[in-house]
């Protein structure tokens, strides 16, 4: 049980376009998602907390504008990362809490982006 | 806000040995310690759990020790195997209406064979 799932595992894109990472719970309901991004050999650094059917709760120095969050049903939530820039490339982590149960966090498998 | 320090930030171990990684938490409203166990490339895997409500929680080799007067807690591995290397990361979640984890830095766990 437990399990997310995340799409693409990864995507090369160029600068300036836009790329959008989902994140699905499969076999449970999450009223509460995180974005993660992660740099190689550190730590997971949150991005922004996503309830259903409410505005992401984004950590601060994320630009809200250019990391757009949608948690648009129980299962289903997406990070869109605007025009973006070679910077932006980096590990793209999802996690996913059970409505049901105390705070523990559900992993996808990441989303490896690199921006050319 | 919180903080969760980890310490070492490497440690290599013989097969079989034990393996012990320690965090220290700032925040005494912090109630509760997950463990989570990253291979290269993969996904922070849940292995371990432990609410501040309890002072010590065993899953086989894997054990979680809390001491909240101190605000530490450490994971124990004991009879280490190679599948065991993997980068282990601690965490603590405040509570009070807050929904995120505070993760630590991570420790590169090596065991030789």
């Known amino acids: 049980g437990a399990v997310v799932s995340q799409h693409p595992s990864w995507v090369i894109c160029k600068s300036g376009t836009s790329v959008k990472i989902e994140c699905r719970s499969l076999?449970?309901?999450?009223?509460?998602m995180f974005w993660y991004r992660q740099f190689p050999k550190q730590s997971l650094m949150l991005m922004a907390t996503s309830n259903e059917g409410s505005k992401a709760t984004y950590e601060q120095g994320v630009e809200k504008d250019k990391f757009l969050i949608n948690h648009a049903s129980l299962t289903l939530s997406t990070l869109t990362v605007t025009s973006a820039h070679p910077e932006d490339s980096s590990f793209y982590i999802c996690?996913?809490?059970?409505?049901?149960?105390?705070?523990?966090?559900?992993f996808g498998p990441g989303t490896r982006l690199t921006v050319t | 806000g919180e903080n969760v320090e980890q310490h070492p930030s490497t440690l290599s171990v013989q097969e079989g040995d034990s393996a012990v990684i320690k965090c220290t938490y700032s925040d005494s409203a912090s109630n509760y310690f997950p463990w989570y166990k990253q291979e290269l490339g993969k996904r922070p895997q849940l292995i371990i759990d432990?609410?501040?409500?309890?002072g010590e929680k065993k899953d086989q080799r894997i054990a979680v020790t809390l001491n909240k007067t101190a605000k530490h807690f450490s994971l124990h591995i004991t009879e280490t195997q190679p599948e065991d290397s993997a980068v282990y990361f601690c965490a603590a979640h405040r509570g009070g209406g807050s929904e995120k984890l505070v993760f630590g830095k991570g420790m590169k766990l090596t065991v030789n064979p």
């Open positions: 996690s996913a809490r059970t409505s049901g149960g105390f705070y523990e966090q559900y």
């Open positions: 076999d449970f309901q999450a009223t509460t």
């Open positions: 432990i609410r501040s409500n309890v």
